[in-house]
T-cell receptor
Framework: AAGVIQSPRHLIKEKRETATLKCYPI?????VYWYQQGPGQDPQFLIS???????DKGSIPDRFSAQQFSDYHSELNMSSLELGDSALYFC???????????????FGEGSRLTVL | SQQGEEDPQALSIQEGENATMNCSYK?????LQWYRQNSGRGLVHLIL?????REKHSGRLRVTLDTSKKSSSLLITASRAADTASYFC?????????FGTGTRLKVLA
């Protein structure tokens, strides 16, 4: 079965540079979530999209933005990178529709961002 | 944490023993879920318990929920070395899931 696909898996950037992470949710899933996880930390909710519209927002810095496209893939854009942005960034998807709504999140394997 | 505390933060047991992890949360919930994360990997859903349920089983997993205390526990019976991972509880809002701080479980062979 298809899973959530994230790219790139690893990314190294310098301070003040820009990074873009991509996420391809499970087909027919209507909601995408982005999480940030620092070393030894719990996943922190950043933002979510339902049917391509922003649906909720968490502790996402103003330097970050995200969107979901017509094909349901999502991108997280991070500008003016800081050392503290180094983390694992996870995308997850879920379905709210009928019998496919199990209430669970399906996670990708994450994108590891290192800011030097 | 955006959610609350899990305890213990770290747990080390021998293979075959049972492992119990606890989670507290802050808000009213529709359901509570437990996830497992192997080091550096994505989280994997284990079990969901609804707010009107008190206990649920799945294989070697047993979850309890006490909404009056806003707490849940996850019991893994007859643990195996392959159970070594971090375990997180999560509560779900309409369009976000909030995770607890997690318990790092190490099962020694």
């Amino acid at each position: 079965a298809a899973g959530v696909i994230q790219s790139p898996r690893h990314l190294i950037k310098e301070k003040r540079e820009t990074a873009t992470l991509k996420c391809y949710p499970i087909p027919r899933h209507d909601t995408v979530y982005w999480y940030q996880q620092g070393p030894g930390q719990d996943p922190q909710f950043l933002i979510s999209f339902y049917e391509k519209m922003q649906s909720d927002k968490g502790s996402i810095p103003d330097r970050f933005s995200a969107q979901q496209f017509s094909d349901y893939h999502s991108e997280l854009n991070m500008s003016s990178l800081e050392l503290g942005d180094s983390a694992l960034y996870f995308c997850a998807s879920s379905s709210s529709r009928g019998t496919t709504n199990t209430g669970e999140l399906f996670f990708g394997e994450g994108s590891r961002l290192t800011v030097l | 944490s955006q959610q609350g505390e899990e305890d213990p933060q770290a747990l080390s047991i021998q293979e075959g023993e049972n492992a119990t992890m606890n989670c507290s949360y802050k808000t009213s919930i529709n359901n509570l879920q437990w996830y497992r994360q192997n080091s550096g990997r994505g989280l994997v859903h284990l079990i969901l318990i609804r707010s009107n349920e008190r206990e649920k089983h799945s294989g070697r997993l047993r979850v309890t929920l006490d909404t009056s205390k806003k707490s849940s526990s996850l019991l893994i019976t007859a643990s195996r070395a392959a159970d070594t991972a971090s375990y997180f509880c999560a509560t779900s809002g309409t369009y976000k899931y909030i995770f607890g701080t997690g318990t790092r479980l190490k099962v020694l062979a």
